[in-house]
C-alpha cells in the first residue's frame, strides 16, 4: 500500500518486529528477551545477531572479531582517523568526532564502498561459476565495464594484513569456503593481467564474510565499525596537544595559483562632516 492509505495505518504507532523497549520492564531484541536471554552474549554477537538473525559459533566469532581488530590502525594520516584527529584538536566532543569519521569511512576508492562492492562480485560470480559460466569470461567482462574492488591498493600492492587474517583463518578451519578459494582465483586472473592487481582487505574479508552466508546488506551492516578502534587513539591524542596544532600548513605549503601579489592603495583621510 501507498500514499494516504498507507501513512493512516502508520500513524499513530511503530510496527515492529526487530524489538521494542518496554520502559521499567523488559526489551525485546528479534524476539528475545535483551537481558534474560542475551543478556551473556559478546557484544559482536548481538551485533551480529542484529544484523543476521543468525546465531555465530565461537570459531565464527573470533574470525569476524580479527576482521576488526587487524584494521584498526591509530594513524592520524589515514582519511578517516584525520577527521576523528581533528575534531579532538578543535575540542570537539567524542561522539562528534568519531561519528565524523565512521562516516567518513564509506569512501568509494578505500574504505566501506570496496567492501560491499568486493562480496557483491564475488557472490555473483560464484552463481555464474555455478552455471557454467567461465571465471576468466565473468572477469574480464566486469574489467571492461568497471574496475572489480578487493584488489590493487593505491600505496602499496602488497597488503600487509592478509596474512595474519589468513592465519588465523587457517587456525579455526573457515579458510576452505568457495568463495575464498574463488577470490584467489580471481587474483591469479588480474595479477597475470597487471601485477599491481593484489587481492586487498576488502576481497579477503568479503569472500570470508560470503562463506559465513553474510549477503550483501549483512556485510555493509557489519564492516561500519571496522575502522572504529583505531579512531579513538587518534582524537585523544590529538585533544591532548594544544589546540588547533594538527597538521597545520604555512603558506609556503599552499600552491596558489590565483591573482599575483598586488599593492594596496591606502585609503584617501577625508576630513569629518561639519555638524549641520
Known amino acids: 500500500m501507498t500514499g494516504p492509505g498507507s501513512l493512516r495505518e502508520s500513524a499513530g504507532r511503530l510496527k515492529t518486529w526487530m524489538g521494542q523497549c518496554f520502559v521499567g520492564t523488559r526489551t525485546v ?3 528475545h528477551d535483551l537481558h534474560a536471554d542475551l543478556g551473556a552474549m559478546d557484544w559482536i554477537e548481538l ?11 565461537a570459531a565464527q566469532l ?57 562480496i557483491d562480485f564475488l557472490l555473483a560470480a560464484r ?89 550483501v546488506t549483512e556485510f555493509h551492516h557489519f564492516q561500519v565499525p571496522t575502522f572504529l578502534a583505531g579512531m579513538t587513539p587518534c582524537f585523544i591524542e590529538a585533544s591532548e596537544r594544544p589546540a588547533g596544532t594538527l597538521f597545520p600548513l604555512s603558506c609556503a605549503h599552499v600552491s596558489y595559483e590565483g591573482p599575483a601579489k598586488r599593492r594596496w592603495r591606502a585609503l584617501v583621510q577625508r576630513p569629518p562632516n561639519p555638524l549641520p
Open 29 to 31: 531484541f528479534r524476539g
Open 47 to 57: 551485533y551480529l545477531f542484529g544484523i543476521t538473525g543468525r546465531r555465530f559459533g
Open 127 to 215: 552463481r555464474q561459476v555455478e552455471q557454467g559460466t567461465d571465471l576468466h569470461r565473468i572477469v574480464h567482462e566486469e574489467l571492461a565495464q568497471r574496475r572489480i574492488f578487493g584488489y590493487g591498493r593505491p600505496i602499496a600492492s602488497v597488503d600487509e594484513r592478509l596474512p595474519w587474517l589468513l592465519r588465523l583463518a587457517r587456525d579455526v578451519e573457515l579458510d576452505r569456503g568457495p568463495h575464498l578459494a574463488l577470490a584467489f582465483e580471481v587474483e591469479r586472473i588480474l595479477v597475470a593481467h597487471d601485477e599491481r592487481l593484489k587481492m586487498n582487505y576488502a576481497a579477503l574479508t568479503a569472500a570470508l564474510a560470503a562463506d559465513l552466508g553474510f549477503s
Open 62 to 118: 573470533r574470525l569476524l572479531h580479527a576482521m576488526w581488530v587487524h584494521t584498526s590502525y591509530p594513524d592520524a594520516r589515514l582519511w578517516n582517523n584525520r577527521v576523528a584527529a581533528l575534531a579532538g584538536s578543535v575540542r570537539s566532543t567524542p561522539a562528534l568526532g568519531i561519528s565524523a569519521a565512521i562516516g567518513m569511512s564509506e569512501a568509494v576508492i578505500y574504505g566501506g564502498h570496496p567492501f560491499v562492492r568486493a
